[in-house]
């Protein structure tokens, strides 16, 4: 499997962990009522971890907005050079040490460990591109 397939993979499983963790968070802190319900309502109880939970499910899913479909073109048009193979390593790297630093609160680690997958997404871009038209 190659580091931009294996990428994509992982961050796949990193937003289903999350999902899970903020579903479990909810049921436990607001009750199975309302974790079963429509949730019209704001979340009763929510604690600040509860919102950095949501807010780290929620930055996963708008890195993934950018990177994913990147690394899949990489994987499909059978590019992968340095360029699409460090990306996809800093973004494994990052995104899994920054899931639990966002989680537990870690203020200025947080932004650095975050952006190395940040750089990583026009790095895959270039990447791609360079590999498409045959150079690097």
């Known amino acids: 499997m190659s580091m931009e397939l294996l990428s994509v993979v992982i961050y796949a499983l990193l937003i289903f962990i999350m999902v899970l963790l903020q579903s479990t968070y909810m049921a436990k ?9 429509n ?9 600040p971890l509860g919102n950095r939970i949501d807010r780290t499910l929620e930055n996963l899913k708008e890195g993934g907005i950018m990177y994913v479909p990147l690394a899949v073109l990489a994987v499909s048009t059978d590019v992968s050079n340095p360029w699409t193979y460090y990306a ?6 990052s995104r899994v040490l920054y899931v639990p630093v966002y989680i537990f609160g ?6 650095l460990v975050f952006a190395p997958s940040l750089i990583a997404i026009p790095v895959m871009a270039y990447g791609v591109m ?3 038209a045959g150079g690097i």
């Open 130 to 132: 360079s590999g498409l």
């Open 88 to 93: 996809a390593l800093a973004t494994i790297i």
């Open 106 to 111: 870690v203020r200025i680690v947080r932004s």
């Open 29 to 37: 802190t607001a009750g199975l009522v309302f974790s079963f319900g």
């Open 39 to 47: 949730r019209e309502k704001a979340q009763p109880s929510k604690k």
